[in-house]
């Protein structure tokens, strides 16, 4: 599956081996105590924090009436100073710190990537067995394909969630090849459906964006807008991202710019806090895009690569949150070149047909690029990732496999298809 975020040539990154959580105890909470630590040279999360005293090397304005709000920091004198990172897996290594061969590295990688692949495929496991239960009833004592057993099937795929139009273009490519005789047995019909899914997640990656890499190098801040109603995971979402981000020798700076919701920006402080990212916020009712803004002039006083911005997360059919949005974006496109570069819509795998809709409502104003879906873990309907990306044409970017800080991988198409069909 590859590493999680990339825009930098290899041999910049500090990898730390995210595979594992942080501790043992289950919590989101990264463990700093007992652990072995590896000190790393000055890199870019060692920057002093956006605090309201404004210790970043380029003096920001700070506007009559507003405050900001971050985590706790260290006093002034010790603010730029080496810190040391735990090691939190056995695959933790630094680039920066350690003399590994190319060939150790690529080894360390390589582990890496086999571990995050078998969690993605424990957390579609709901939906494998739900739909293998399913194709395993329809399939039951037959030899041969009829029009019964496909209608069957039908059903078994609309049931996962993967949606009627959807289905009905799989079987229609199916009844194809029946009459081409190139589906001839029971094993042939289920490749077909396996090429035909994956061929429709594959295909939705030519829209929207597809890999951060499309955005160049020199571009900074990379700006990512998240968006999505209450109550999906767009907070712990972003926490995630932040820690993921971060990780791969990026600096990292928060915008709370879901000003409408009290709590909100106070979720996302100690999100910030649980990571070590900065978190740039103002009192509640402030203008999101006076804050976003702010935080854009802060990002480029610390020098961060990558912004994260937080939205409101009101129902998806008011039209003051959209206008909001189209406000935000234009700022953000006046201060950096192309941004907002991403705009992903968090997605609660559990809603199903639900999320889908809200996903329509969204690409409408917001101008989505790509998909984050949540709680896939959690649900027998998983499918409703196939149809996202056949009905919107939008990438899944990434996906929530459970609660722990490090629970959040790209999105693998292949993976996916293969863990639905316990390959």
């Given at each position: ?174 009844r194809r090849g029946i009459a081409r005789k190139q589906i001839n047995d ?164 559990v809603t199903g047909q639900n999320g889908l809709e809200q996903a329509r ?11 984050v879906l949540t709680k896939l873990d959690g649900t027998a309907k998983g ?41």
């Amino acid at each position: 599956m590859g590493l999680f975020w990339r825009r930098k040539s290899g041999d910049e990154f500090v990898k730390l081996g995210l595979n594992e959580p942080a501790s043992s105890k289950g919590n989101d909470t990264p463990a700093v105590d007992n652990t072995t630590t590896t000190t790393i040279p000055a890199a870019p999360e060692l920057m002093p924090p956006v605090t309201g005293a404004d210790p970043s090397p380029v003096p920001l304005e700070t506007k009559p009436g507003k405050e900001r709000v971050t985590p706790p920091s260290e006093p002034a004198s010790q603010a730029v100073r080496e810190r040391p990172v735990p090691s939190r897996s056995p695959f933790a290594t630094s680039v920066l710190g350690l003399n590994l061969s190319i060939e150790e590295l690529q080894a360390q990688e390589a582990a890496l990537e086999q571990e995050f692949s078998a969690r993605f495929r424990r957390a579609v496991a709901a939906t494998r067995d739900s739909l293998s239960e399913r194709l395993d009833t329809v399939f039951a004592g037959r030899k041969q394909i009829d029009d019964e057993l496909l209608d069957q099937l039908e059903e078994a795929l609309i049931a996962a969630d993967i949606g009627v139009p959807t289905t009905l273009e799989v079987l229609e490519t199916v009844r194809r090849g029946i009459a081409r005789k190139q589906i001839n047995d029971l094993d042939a019909l289920k490749a077909a459906i396996k090429d035909e899914l994956l061929t429709i997640l594959k295909q939705s990656e030519r829209q929207g964006v597809a890999s951060e890499t499309s955005v160049p190098d020199g571009v900074a801040p990379y700006v990512m807008m998240i968006v999505g109603v209450n109550g999906v995971g767009k907070t712990t979402t972003i926490g995630k991202l932040a820690q993921r981000i971060k990780a791969e020798g990026n600096d990292v700076l928060i915008c709370a710019a879901d000003t409408f919701r009290a709590a909100a920006s106070d979720q996302l402080a100690i999100w910030a806090e649980r990571t070590g990212v900065p978190l740039i916020q103002q009192k509640q009712g402030t203008d999101p895009a006076a804050v976003l803004f702010d935080s854009l002039k802060a990002a480029k006083a610390r020098g961060s690569e990558v912004l994260i911005v937080d939205t409101a997360g009101r129902l998806h059919n008011k039209s003051n949150l959209m206008a909001e949005l189209e406000k935000m974006k234009r700022v953000a496109g006046r201060e950096v070149e192309g941004a907002p570069h991403e705009t992903l819509l968090v997605v609660d795998a559990v809603t199903g047909q639900n999320g889908l809709e809200q996903a329509r409502q969204f690409l409408k104003v917001a101008g989505v690029t790509g998909i984050v879906l949540t709680k896939l873990d959690g649900t027998a309907k998983g499918g409703i990732a196939v149809a996202i990306a056949k009905e919107l044409s939008l990438p899944i970017r990434y996906a929530g496999i459970g609660e722990k800080l490090d629970d959040l991988v790209v999105f693998d198409p292949e993976q996916y298809v293969n863990g639905l069909f316990g390959n």
